[in-house]
């Protein structure tokens, strides 16, 4: 059973939120942030991964590398 929930809307995540692991983790917040020396354990689903990059003014994305499986056949 899966009880993880996301840190934005609360809903439980799918097991395909748990799978791609939209996680950010971090073991301690830094001089600059109102929460220096506190941990990081963000949980997001994919929806609000998806909302949050709308959010942002410079486009965070980049073409993903093609998976292992789908590059050149090594038998051609
Ligand atoms: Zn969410």
């Known amino acids: 059973?899966?009880?993880a929930h996301c840190s934005l809307c609360g809903k439980e995540l799918e097991i395909y939120d748990i799978l791609n692991d939209y996680s950010v983790k971090r073991?301690?917040?830094?001089?600059g942030s109102?929460?220096?020396g506190m941990?990081?354990?963000l949980c997001i689903c994919s929806?609000?991964?998806d909302k949050m990059?709308?959010?942002c003014k410079i486009n965070p994305l980049t073409?993903?590398?093609e998976p292992v499986h789908q590059q050149g056949n090594l038998y051609h």
């Open 1 to 3: 059973m899966n009880n």
């Open 39 to 41: 941990a990081l354990n």
């Open 47 to 49: 929806d609000c991964l």
């Open 27 to 31: 073991e301690r917040i830094g001089y």
């Open 53 to 55: 990059i709308l959010l």
């Open 34 to 36: 109102m929460y220096d």
């Open 63 to 65: 073409k993903a590398a």
